[in-house]
């Protein structure tokens, strides 16, 4: 339980007494309103004027204004710096009041006070521009200007804010004094130097707190001081360039009646002149304090960089490289109003810092995955040009853990880069969620191939899909499936009601957009090597089938492989001509024919990717090895089987003897059109004997083995000899009719049927 604790939250002041100054018995709290502290007037004999009249009666209208609380003895006001609750025990958050109120951020009735945070250096290890200083000085924290409503039970006791030459003086070592009661007023204290906006990891110039803040009338002065600050520093570069042609001017004018030069206007509003105190001595990084499991260290394997050169050598490499479905082009086509879409709802849910959930479906191959990488790719862009706040990604496809609980160790390490089991990572990630935090981060979790983490009792999605919901969770889920209605079908109902109504769909790509998107990747390839209606006949092809990009990728990739493959035989067989006689004139001549064959106007002519190269390409990708197996069988083993496809079909019995398949395989040779069967397999046409009509069919009990050993049929022996025999097929009937249909040899053997 405590290592739950210690993963569940980072950073805060760790303290042995978390309840010395509330005390352990649990008071109500009160309000303390600002005409309380207002002094009363004297008490005056004289009759009340109108004037004094109409003056009481406009106080007592007018709504009184919350200054503080208090709890028994203890109170706090605006402007006070408090400690705050956190989920772990022993350690508290530090926040400046800025105001009460009298409800909640749900507008229900909640004594609640707004707070104005401030961040430790661990806090700010996680995010994709996570980084800790190196000044790093004991207790110390920076003041942000990220605020939170809180309940006023939340409040944990006061809290002392120093600057650094004050904390120092106190404190000369940096650490903690030995006596209990000095100890106790150390954990409370902090040392603040700087500001930083936490989501872009922007820091202030030092200051001096005493300086910069004095009391609640410079909350405001400090909250804009803090942003301008840490806003964009492409104005002040331009300022500094803007400067530096000054100088150079002002270098080049002779010496004479000079106008005094302007000073620079400082950019802080209050010049802190830097301590001489030397920082080295007291850097202990407050990191160090929390033991964090480390991840387990692999040694990279060696990789090997493949050069331009060697894909690119040839026409054909280039093209099966730029073909290739792992290739990732420059821009994505034909997903424009896809993209805009997703990236819409992704940029909206991360700039209100809210959690949210979108279901993306599509049929394979119509770019999901790809758009939703590079909607991610372009808001990580927008993150490091500071137009968008910083966020963290995850990818978990469900293809690729082991056991569906596994997505949430994967989510704990993205998110606290820590290791640890399923179980715990759940318990952790609830913890989590359900508190709140204002340094949390924005997480987008991609959870593709969605139905391969379906469990038996929905628990993964149904938590997947219920930390979203939760007001301080910040978690952005995008699910990808393959079908629409996957959460009505598969998942039950609160769990597809938690998915909400964002529902966006990839529909399968139409011809133009194939041809569009191969043709973006074969621009680059030289020679023109495929041509135009090839790639129109692909895309049709497949747009007619699925609308697979993928599909299309490969289909073509693997018809510039059968051109490379002619173009080399064509090579060789050249060659072979050209070394074929060892005398001089000989070998001149065919080399200067191949010249002239392979040869015009300079240039080499290349096999080219045709509409029957990407026939070709089809059918291998469409027949299975076991079609392509029963396609080359011997003409005795398909007699075989459209034997026992008749048998099987009459009788209605998927077992058939021996005996019944060789007579049933006799009376199909018998009115056969393919005069091979009567030639070959009816007809004895041994040498050295005259020709003869067989009673039975030649060579079915080879073909029987045959097929047994290839895995087309099974055979069961009996004592009763080898007719008796049980035969039966061990692959699908109608996979046996698809293959053998157009094939001529067995025309008219009823494969057609």
Known sequence: MSRQKQYSTKGGLFREDSDDELGYEDHPWQWIYDDEEKPEPPDDDRTPTKKRKASSLSQSSRKRQIVGARMASFCVRVGDSILLKSPEQGKDWVGLICSFSETDEDGEDEMSVYIQWFCTPEEMAFGKRSKIRPDVLPNESYITTDFNMNPLTAINGKA???????????????????????????????????????????????FVWEEIYKGPEDLLD??????????????????????????????????????????RKMTSAVSTPRSSVKSAKYTTPTHKRILIKKPIEITPLGTRVLSPSQYMSTPYSHARTTLHVSAVPTSLPCRSNEFDTVYSHLYSAIVDGSGACIYISGTPGTGKTATVREVVTSLHQAVLNDELDDFNFVEINGMKVTEPHQSYSLLWEALKGDRVSPNHALSLLEQEFSHPSPRRIPCVVLMDELDQLVTRNQSVMYNFFNWPAMRHSRLIVLAVANTMDLPERTLSNKISSRLGLTRITFPGYTHTQLMEIISSRLEGVPGSIVDRDAVQFASQKVAAVSGDARRALDICRRAVEIAEQSEEKKDVASEEMAVGTPSRKSKSKPANSMANIQEIGGTKRLARVTIATIRQAINEATSSPVAQHLKSLPLSSKLFLAALLARSRRTGVAESTLGDVVVEAKRIADIAENSAINDFLLVDTEVGKTSSKMPRVLALGAAAMELVEAGVIAMEARNRGERAGKVRFKVGEEEVKSALMADPEVKGMGFNA
């Not at 009661?181 to 872009?200: D, F, H, L, N, P």
């Open 160 to 206: 002392t804010v120093l600057s650094k030459d004050a904390f120092l003086q106190k404190y000369p070592d940096g650490k903690p004094p030995k006596s209990r009661s000095a100890a106790s007023k150390y954990a409370k204290t902090i040392m603040c130097r700087r500001g930083v906006k936490q989501r872009t990891l922007r820091f202030t110039e030092d």
């Open 222 to 263: 400090l909250i804009d001081w803090i942003k301008e600050q840490t806003k964009t520093r492409r104005k002040e570069n331009v300022s500094k360039e803007e400067d530096l042609e000054y100088d150079q001017l002002k270098e080049t004018v002779d010496d004479g009646p000079k106008t005094p030069s302007k000073r």
